[in-house]
C-alpha cells in the first residue's frame, strides 16, 4: 500500500496513487483566483458547499462564485493538509484561514472530488462552519455571506 506524503509547513502533498489532482490544487490555493479555482473543474463541474440549496454547474459559474468569495475574503488561504483516493474519487483535507467580520479566523474541511480523468466532475465541499459563524456574529450574518458569494453565479 503506498504511503501518503504529507508536507505540512507547504500544504504540498504527492503520492503517485493519488494523482496529480492535489497538486494543481495545491497550487490553485497557494495564488487564488476565480480562474485557478475553476481550473481543475470540468466543463460541467458541479460544486456544492456546506448550506447551498442547489449546487453551481459549470466551470463558468464555479469562477463566478469562487470570484465571489475572493471578494468577500480576500486574504483566504486554503492549505491543503493530506489526500486520499479510492477508484476515481478522491479527498483532500485541508485548513482555511481568512479574516472574517474583522477576526482572523481559521476552519478546516474536507472536499470529495469524483474525477473525470484529471479533472473534478462533482464534488462537495464539506467544512466545519462553527468558526465562520462565530466571527460574523451568528447564523443570520453567515447566511447573508454565502448568499453574497452565490450571488454573483446569477
Known amino acids: 500500500m503506498p504511503t501518503l506524503q504529507v508536507q505540512l509547513e507547504t500544504g504540498a502533498i504527492s503520492d503517485p496513487a493519488v494523482g496529480a489532482f492535489p497538486a494543481r ?5 497557494a495564488h487564488p483566483t476565480a480562474e485557478r479555482l475553476a481550473g481543475f473543474w470540468t466543463h460541467d463541474g458541479e460544486l456544492t458547499q456546506v448550506g447551498m440549496a ?24 486554503v492549505r491543503p493538509l493530506a489526500a486520499a ?3 476515481e474519487t478522491l479527498f483532500i483535507h485541508y485548513r482555511c484561514e481568512a479574516t472574517l467580520g ?3 479566523t481559521a476552519w478546516e474541511g474536507f472536499d470529495r472530488f469524483e474525477l473525470d480523468g ?3 466532475r462533482r464534488g462537495p465541499c464539506i467544512f466545519d462552519t462553527a468558526p465562520i459563524r462565530e466571527a460574523l456574529g451568528g447564523n443570520s450574518a453567515h447566511k447573508r455571506t454565502s448568499e453574497r458569494a452565490a450571488g454573483a453565479t446569477k
Open 102 to 104: 474583522g477576526t482572523p
Open 118 to 120: 484529471t479533472l473534478a
Open 85 to 87: 483516493k479510492n477508484g
Open 54 to 77: 442547489t449546487p453551481i454547474r459549470g466551470r463558468d459559474a464555479i469562477a463566478a462564485f469562487q470570484d465571489g468569495v475572493l471578494k468577500l475574503t480576500p486574504d483566504l488561504r
Open 25 to 29: 490544487y495545491t497550487a490553485a490555493w
